[in-house]
């Protein structure tokens, strides 16, 4: 198991940005698929973003394409969500999920589905974001 740990959440106020940071050192050893979720209340988790670590193959969904940006520190064993220009519908926990070897690839909305159905989960940070 990975076992994510996520941290970096807070409140901020529209326009502004945060980074989240999830930590996987369960991937020291194997390459990763590491995806950010978010679920606001009464809503589906809904996949974000997702990357491989130590690799360049990232997806970002369209619903957050252009404000939000995934990065990956092979070093660190760390995945980054950097969120620009919040809004206030941003506001939900984000959760970061992982799995470990067997993987490759392009990285589509489905993948993020797959992971959704048979990651490691983090814990969760909150976001939210005042108007």
């Known amino acids: 198991q990975v076992q994510p740990v996520e941290s970096g959440g807070g409140s901020v106020q529209a326009g502004g940005s945060l980074r989240l940071s999830c930590s996987v050192s369960?991937?020291?050893?194997?390459?990763?698929?590491v995806g950010w979720f978010r679920q606001a209340p009464g809503k589906e988790r809904e996949g974000l973003a997702a990357?491989?670590?130590?690799?360049?193959?990232?997806y970002v969904a369209d619903s957050v394409k252009g404000r939000f940006t995934i990065s990956e520190d092979n070093v660190k064993n760390a995945v980054y969500l950097q969120m620009n220009s919040l809004k206030p519908e941003d506001t939900a926990m984000y959760y970061c999920?992982?799995?470990?070897?067997?993987?490759?690839?392009?990285?589509?909305?489905?993948?993020?589905?797959?992971?959704?159905?048979?990651?490691?989960w983090g814990q969760g940070t909150q976001v939210t974001v005042s108007s």
């Open positions: 369960g991937c020291k050893y194997s390459i990763c698929l």
């Open positions: 990357v491989y670590s130590g690799g360049t193959t990232k």
């Open positions: 999920a992982a799995v470990a070897g067997g993987v490759g690839g392009e990285i589509s909305e489905q993948t993020l589905l797959w992971l959704r159905e048979y990651g490691d």
